[in-house]
Structures are given as structure tokens and as C-alpha cells.
């Protein structure tokens, strides 16, 4: 089927590219307003006790969570005088009572702690008006301008607060990313095409491929939440891939304008089928291994790694869709102009066909040499690396996760300096349970190592909720641990719900925890099959997925050291969590074992290429590295651009994306392309291509092929030797 579209790009290459860019450009004008409908937050899961407390508490008494602390202050007034006084309560008279359910001004409160110590500086707590994260970052939006107090001082702490500049500054971040990349992106470009039109080509499909994924998850939006740090895996995903498609297409479609004869009237009608035939299929297959990656997110039931998976596989989709309709009419009307605008040093050097005797076959011929060496080595090197992962402990978002000068991460600090030490708390929420055992219940909770008040908040219909409070992060061990304590807790009488933000984290973590096998089940059954079709072997694919596990995990291990041990911090800029965000290596997982299998395809594409043409196991595996050797190093040159713009990001969770996702791709580039594989290839010999008789019968007579025809054919052309595509 391939092959008929390739002919038929070559045939209708001017109506294909005119309908391609009306779609690129009605999809961009629909998609630019899915900002306007993308869900905030979404990290719950709504059977968790912690979900399942909110609910509770919000049918019973209203929102009841501490979601604001906004903290005036003055260096001049203390919180008892008359002016300041007015200041605030100006402030609180004026907040729209639809938008809050609750708001403790410290001028109404028996409550000491919510005034400093000092006296200059004092809080009004609010809890937000609604039912859902995104009805109370609304309420929030909407309130904080207004909670500025006159003559004073206004920092503004709380959740929402850390939510509201975690966008803000996400999203510029991500303009800035995009900036620094796609110049960057198209001068390496340039450097490694040679040819200012050709540099071109992965820029194309980049835009095309962002164009056409906002307008997907636009269309995705009208059906289910979509979180807004969607966006994020469209522009990592849609342009790194694009530029690997592209790059891959590209390059092959040179190779094989260069063996057609330069007089021959369809030389680049002939040059498009013959590439469709082979990287276009190869594209087909890898966009498909990839999104299969990226579904497994699905699985999970918090809407931030379910918008995570949306996004990442419209972004794949139709960046492989651009690169196979697009990307082949364009070089189909360039033809030998692609290479038009070449560097000066590249003006007379004709396009290389290579074959087995380059260096990079050299170096699959000298691994080949000592395999069993260059395996321990690299294996055991990539282990010490991965080793930190080993210490690995598990959090979920806090205000560290902002700048030092982010408003919400200033505002906490003067919190934790004016009214004591950072505390953390838990509501407790009973049903059922007779007031005497109520008062039985909280002197259990007060027993409970590290709690230091437990405080009534509200009583109606037979329900209680009380908070239990206790010094230290709510994202630390300690914490966490506090929590468990408490749900050990069981009145005599009645149940109880424990919720907060700590809990919170502990039903995160858990929740993540019990759905990771499934991930990974669903990831290794894909995986082995597609490659199966692939390759039609039931070795290769397992070695696959054995060679991407070292190298995600390598990439683990880095992330520990750096951002949940704090080494680097002050280099890199951030503030150390001592923990890593629960969600981040869950996501990176689905995203790099896609992109693993993305450069493992291509690789072993032209491997089996050559196998199936000699059966010479080590020829196939030096030619085919040496093949797709350079053009793999330059896709993770590029894509480590895209992706390592990301460790720019001011916020803690997009950086150690960004920063362990580059050190993944270049782990898996390198030191797995270039040595593990052929290695374990040389090992394993005609092994490699091993499949139970029946299996084989039916790879052969239906599986997936790079090209039917034998390698080098081009229909009726016969090439004869290698010419210039110039």
C-alpha cells in the first residue's frame, strides 16, 4: 500500500501538498483556541480516599480546604492598628461571595498564629467557591487581583497560587524553548544537509506537525479534560519527531535521487516511490511504535498523564502523517533542487550512497571484534549510572518547584519566616460518629507521632471535620508517613475519610505505583509484537526493549542525582525537592522507550535490509550501521535540541524533563546504537533473525517489509552507478 501511495505522490505531487498545507492551515486557525478550553491541574485519582474526602466535605459543609493565605504586611504598621485594620478588611468586604466558601480574616479569629511574631504581618485564609480544580483556579483568578490591600504589602501562598504561576511561567517557557530551538534547530540543520533547502524540510514538518496536533486535542477537548501541560508534549514530541522523520526521509530520498540517471525525466517521481517504499514504511511503522508508547498513559486515571498520552500521540500521528504526505510532494516538485542553496564547501561533493566500509562500519566491525568486552563494559557502566535511582524517593508538585523569585514561592517563604515553620495538614472527615467518640477520635490523632494540634473545623448532619496539623513539608517522607499513621486511626463508631494535600500525594504515589505494572505490560506486548511485524523475529524484539531499559534507566538515575539529591542545583538553577515528582518518570518512560524503538527501527530497517539480501550477519549489522549511523546521530542532535530547550524552564518538573530526557537520547544514540547493539547482534548471530517455523511462514507471507523489491531497483530504471544529485 506504501508503495502505491509513493507512485501516486509522484503522479499528484502538487495536488497532495496543496491539500496538505489547506489542512495544516484550517487546523491551525481551529486549534490556536485550544488554549482557552484545556483543564488545569489533574492529578487525582477520583476513587482515592483523599478525592473521595473532598467530594464528602464539599457536599457536607462546602469547601473547607485551606486554598489561599493571602499575608499582609508593613514595615511601619503593626496588624492592631486602625489603618492596617481597614486596609484588609476593605480587601475582604470586597471578595465576591459566590467565588469563596469560606474566608478566616485574622481581625475575626481567636487564633494567634495568624499574626507574626513581630506583629507587621498577618493572613486571611480563603477557601474557593466550586466542585473541580478548575472551578477554584477560576475562583482564583478572579479573586487575586482584588486581594491587593492599599498602603500595604500583599503575597499571596497556597495551591492555587503555585498552580496559577506554574502555567504562567510554563507557558512562557515554552515560547522561549521554541525560540532558542527552531533557529538552533535549522542552522545544525543546515550544517548537516549541506543545503539550505533541504535544512528546510524538518522546519516544514515541524510547523505542520503543531498545527495539526493542537487542532487534535482542540477536537479532544470537546469530550473529556485535557490538561494544559498537553501543550508541552505537542511542541517536545510534534517538532522532535518531525525533525526525525524528516531528516530520515530526506536523507533517503537523496540516496536515491543519486542512483537515478541526472537526464531521466521522473528521476524524482522514481527517487519518492522508491523512498515511500523504504523510509516511508519504516516512518509508518516507527509514528505507530511510538504512539503505541505513548497510549500506555491512558491507563492511568489521573487526567494529567491521560492529557500527557492525548497529546504525545496526536503530535506523532500527524507529524508521521506530514512526513508521508507533506514532506514526499515537496521533494517530489523540488527533485534535484533540494539541494539548491548549498554551503560552499558543499558545492561539488555529490550525495553518498553508503554502503559497508565507512567508519561507522569500522566501528560495528571493531565491537564486533570483542563483543562480550564492549557488553560488560557498557553494561556495567550504564548500571553505576543508574544506580542513584536505586535511593529514589516520591513526591508530588509544591512551591519548590517555582523560581526562588516566582511570587507564590516568595510568598511561601515569608510565611515559613514570619509565622513559625513550614506545617502541613490533614482534614479528617467523620461520618457517623457520636460526638463522645468524636472526642475519643482526636485524643487517638493527638497520640500520633509528629501531629501537634488537631483543630475543628465544622460540624453538620452527622459529620465532623477536624485538622490535624504537624511542622514539616507536606511533601516529605515524614509527612507521608503521618498520614499513614492517621489512616491506621478507626473510630469506634462510624468511618472516617483522611484528605489534604499530603494525602493527596500518598494516593498519587500509590495510585501510580498500582497501575505501572499494567504500563508496562501493555508497552512490552506492543512493543514485541510490533517489532515482530517489523523484523519478523521473536529475538530482536526482546533484546530491543532489554537495550531501552538500560538506557531509561541510566536516564534515572541521572534525574535522581541531580534533582532529588541537589547535586548540580545552583548550576542548573532550581531548588531541591529531595524527592522526585511521582508523575515525571512515568511519563518519560512512555516518551523514551517510543523514542527508543523510533531510532531502533530505523537502525534495524536497514539491517534487515541487508541481511535479507546476504544473510551476512555481520555485514548486515556494519552496513546497516554504517547506513544509519550519521543520520541517527544528527536526528538526536537535532531532537537533544528540542528536548534540552525544555531544561531551560523555570519550573523543577519541565527541567529534569527536559535535561534527563537529553541524557537519555544521547545515551541511546551513542553507547547503545553504536556499541550494545551491534554487540549483542554479533552474540547472537543468525539468531537474531530466529522464529518458530509457523511464525516465520506468516511474517513472510504478511509482515512488515521496508521493500518489497530488491534493494537498489528502481521499477525499470536500471541506475548503473552512483551520480551526483546535483
Not at 326 to 346: M, N, Q, S
Not at 697 to 715: C, K, L, N
Request: charge should be negative.
Amino acid at each position: 500500500m506504501i508503495e502505491r501511495w509513493g507512485a501516486f505522490v509522484g503522479r499528484r505531487a502538487l495536488t497532495v501538498l496543496l491539500a496538505g498545507l489547506a489542512v495544516a492551515l484550517a487546523a491551525g486557525v481551529f486549534g490556536i483556541g485550544v488554549f482557552d478550553h484545556l483543564s488545569q491541574g489533574g492529578f487525582d485519582d477520583r476513587r482515592s480516599e483523599s478525592s473521595r474526602e473532598l467530594r464528602v466535605e464539599q457536599d457536607t459543609f462546602g469547601n473547607r480546604s485551606l486554598d489561599v493565605i493571602a499575608i499582609y504586611s508593613s514595615e511601619e504598621l503593626t496588624a492592631d492598628q486602625p489603618e492596617f485594620r481597614a486596609a484588609v478588611a476593605a480587601v475582604v468586604d470586597a471578595i465576591p461571595a459566590d467565588l469563596i466558601s469560606a474566608v478566616v480574616p485574622y481581625y475575626d479569629s481567636d487564633r494567634p498564629d495568624l499574626v507574626s511574631a513581630d506583629g507587621h504581618a498577618a493572613q486571611v485564609q480563603i477557601s474557593l467557591a466550586g466542585e473541580s480544580e478548575d472551578d477554584f483556579t477560576r475562583a482564583y483568578e478572579e479573586i487575586s487581583p482584588g486581594l491587593v490591600a492599599a498602603g500595604l504589602e500583599t503575597d499571596l501562598a497556597g495551591t492555587y497560587a503555585v498552580f496559577t504561576d506554574v502555567n504562567e511561567i510554563t507557558s512562557d517557557d515554552l515560547k522561549r524553548a521554541e525560540l532558542i530551538s527552531m533557529p538552533l534547530v535549522l542552522l545544525l540543520a543546515l550544517l548537516i544537509f549541506g543545503s539550505l533547502v533541504a535544512a528546510s524540510m524538518p522546519v516544514l514538518v515541524g510547523v505542520v506537525a503543531m498545527l495539526g496536533a493542537l487542532a487534535v486535542v482542540r477536537v479532544l477537548t470537546m469530550v473529556t479534560d485535557v490538561s494544559v501541560f498537553a501543550v508541552n508534549v505537542i511542541s517536545l514530541l510534534g517538532i522532535g519527531l518531525a525533525i526525525d522523520y524528516a531528516l530520515f526521509v530526506v536523507s533517503r530520498f537523496r540516496e536515491e535521487l543519486a542512483l537515478v540517471p541526472p537526464d531521466h525525466p521522473d528521476a524524482a517521481a522514481i527517487a519518492v516511490r522508491r523512498t515511500m517504499a523504504t523510509a516511508g514504511r519504516t516512518v509508518l511503522f516507527s509514528g505507530l511504535t511510538v504512539a503505541a508508547a505513548m497510549s500506555s498513559l491512558l491507563i492511568f486515571p489521573q487526567a494529567f498523564l491521560k492529557s500527557m498520552g492525548y497529546g504525545g500521540i496526536a503530535a506523532v500521528l500527524v507529524a508521521m502523517v506530514a512526513a508521508l504526505t507533506v514532506l514526499p510532494a515537496t521533494l517530489r516538485l523540488l527533485g534535484r533542487r533540494v539541494d539548491a542553496g548549498r554551503l560552499p564547501w558543499r558545492r561539488h561533493r555529490a550525495v553518498a550512497v553508503d554502503d559497508g566500509h565507512g567508519r561507522w562500519a569500522r566501528l560495528a566491525r571493531a565491537v564486533m571484534r570483542r563483543p562480550v568486552v564492549v557488553i560488560v563494559v557498557t553494561v556495567v557502566g550504564l548500571l553505576v549510572v543508574a544506580s542513584p535511582f536505586l535511593g529514589a524517593r516520591w513526591g508530588s508538585v509544591d512551591h519548590r518547584v517555582l523560581p526562588d523569585d516566582a511570587p507564590a514561592h516568595v510568598a511561601i517563604d515569608k510565611l515559613n519566616a514570619e509565622f513559625g515553620p513550614e506545617s502541613s495538614a490533614a482534614s479528617l472527615l467523620l461520618q457517623g460518629v457520636p460526638e463522645q467518640q468524636v472526642a475519643s477520635y482526636t485524643r487517638a490523632v493527638e497520640q500520633v507521632e509528629g501531629v501537634t494540634a488537631v483543630v475543628p473545623v465544622a460540624q453538620a448532619d452527622g459529620a465532623t471535620l477536624l485538622r490535624a496539623v504537624w511542622e514539616g513539608n507536606s511533601q516529605t517522607e515524614g509527612s507521608q508517613a503521618v498520614v499513614h499513621d492517621l489512616r491506621d486511626i478507626e473510630p469506634e463508631v462510624g468511618t472516617v475519610l483522611v484528605g489534604g494535600q499530603t494525602a493527596a500525594t500518598v494516593d498519587l504515589i500509590d495510585s501510580v505505583g498500582a497501575h505501572l505494572p499494567w504500563m508496562g505490560l501493555i508497552v512490552l506486548v506492543v512493543m514485541l509484537v510490533l517489532l515482530f511485524l517489523a523484523f519478523g523475529s521473536v529475538v530482536l524484539p526482546v533484546k530491543a526493549v532489554l537495550m531501552n531499559l538500560f538506557s531509561v534507566a541510566a536516564c534515572f538515575g541521572v534525574v535522581t542525582w541531580i534533582f532529588s539529591e541537589g547535586h548540580l542545583a545552583d548550576l542548573l538553577g532550581f531548588t531541591p525537592q529531595g524527592f522526585l515528582d511521582v508523575t515525571n518518570p512515568i511519563l518519560m518512560l512512555a516518551i523514551l522507550f517510543g523514542l527508543s524503538m523510533d531510532y531502533e527501527v530505523f537502525l534495524l530497517s536497514r539491517v534487515r535490509e541487508q541481511w535479507d539480501r546476504t544473510h551476512d550477519n555481520d555485514l548486515a549489522v556494519a552496513t546497516g550501521l554504517q547506513k544509519t549511523g550519521r543520520i541517527i546521530t544528527s536526528a538526536a542532535l537535532l531532537l537533544g535540541v528540542v528536548i534540552g530547550a525544555f531544561g531551560t524552564s523555570g519550573i523543577v518538573f519541565m527541567k529534569m524533563l527536559g535535561i534527563g530526557m537529553l541524557v537519555a537520547l544521547l545515551i541511546d544514540a551513542t553507547v547503545v546504537r553504536a556499541l550494545l547493539v551491534p554487540a549483542t547482534m554479533k552474540l547472537l548471530g543468525d539468531w537474531n533473525w530466529y522464529a518458530p517455523g509457523p511464525l516465520r511462514r506468516w511474517w513472510e507471507r504478511y509482515g512488515f517489509r521496508e521493500s518489497d523489491e530488491a534493494p537498489g531497483q528502481i521499477g525499470e530504471i536500471d541506475p548503473g552507478r552512483e551520480h551526483s544529485a546535483v
